[in-house]
């Protein structure tokens, strides 16, 4: 297989810590978004939305969209899990991460900040107070959404979480570790979210991870 | 089942959406996001991120965010099906419903265009505007993709999709309609997206889908 992607991109970095939990080996297409590469022609005309990252599958086929690529991942090769098994604790992970998905990181990526700053005039401050704000709003969101789980757990006589939810990483962490350094690198308060930092640092621990981060990407230029 | 859900919320529209396809009976739990009515304790301590749809299920627990609900419908009652049967078909599917769910809905949230007005000053017109740009580069994208995989069924001899994926509708269809519903509220121009639209007409003649509209909702005061 094949990814196309950018090693600070938060969906780029989900779909590696994917790749490297289930020890699928990829060749690494960077595709530098800063520079416009993804407007390319070249790059643009693969996937309709010009985004990073896309999978390139080894029959040919190029997917776009994280998640879609994770739950592509996930069927592929069903091991090490993603999901758990029941229906319930599936959705409990997989809304975990939609949190993310669709509720903290798309207000944040470049193109919108670009439009803020661009189109709307708005100055340095009033860009990272939007950051700030919806970074913060999101993982407060999620920090309840873990300890509602907590409860949910401690009910059915099963372990407290060591990761977003159970004793192994899955989809929710695949993407809360990404929004996690992006929010650090913009200086986002953190504090205050215990469960979702003790996640992370859980996360953090795993080879798989550290793998995948940006400092460990080929085009993480200095 | 129960669905606290509000009439216009493209989130709720895409699980009644599924519900109705399914022909799973629900009570529908109203949740009046203009009034309020989802930051009263009586409904955020519910779910961490307070906001809707959120489904009750026969047990008693109550799950957040539209595409892991919709995703856990599909592993309850698998028929009739909102994903194909390949891995490959499958991405198709998600990546569709999550260039809606990922990059065009989450830009245009009440919460995000009152934050536009209120912190940032923007005027109604900048408002306007970028309630616009989101939407028809988002659908414009969405476009593309659908033009893409229209040459890939044909290089696999597959006949020309109906809807957005086939011939029956999909969860890419439940994301895509309510999101033609909330752009025509605002005047967003959908001329130049034939196969998008069409996928669009082609759901609206199913029943599943007109009794899911928002002016089908008990709640759809006058």
């Known amino acids: 297989m094949k990814l196309y992607n950018y ?75 993603l999901l758990p098994t029941t229906p319930l604790a599936r959705a409990r992970v997989r809304a975990l991460a939609q949190m993310v998905a669709c509720e903290i990181h798309p207000l944040n990526n470049p193109r919108v900040l670009k439009y803020l700053t661009g189109t709307l005039h708005a100055d340095e401050d009033a860009k990272n107070a939007w950051y700030h704000h919806w970074v913060r709003q999101g993982l407060e969101a999620f920090e309840r959404q873990l300890v509602l789980l907590a409860a949910e757990r401690q009910a059915q006589g099963l372990a407290p979480s060591v ?27 953190l504090d205050g979210l215990p469960l979702t930092m003790a996640a992370f640092d859980a996360c953090m621990a795993l080879p798989a991870f550290a793998q995948a981060q940006p400092s460990a990407c080929p085009d993480n230029a200095p």
Not at 27 to 35: A, G, S
Not at 40 to 64: F, I, K, M, R
Not at 170 to 183: E, M, Y
Request: glycine share 6%; hydrophobic share 40%; with cysteine.
């Open 7 to 81: 090693f600070r991109s938060s969906a780029s970095f989900r779909v590696r810590i994917a790749l490297h939990i289930k020890g699928l080996p990829y060749e690494y297409l960077p595709v530098h978004l800063l520079r416009g590469e993804h407007r390319d022609p070249a790059y643009a005309n693969l996937v309709g939305d010009a985004l990073v990252p896309a999978l390139v599958t080894d029959e040919g086929a190029v997917l776009p969209q994280s998640m879609a690529i994770m739950e592509y991942l996930e069927e592929l090769q069903p091991t090490p899990a």
């Open 163 to 189: 990761y977003c939810w159970g004793d192994t990483p899955t989809l929710a962490d695949c993407c809360l570790v990404p929004q996690i350094f992006n929010g650090k690198r913009f200086g986002v308060n």
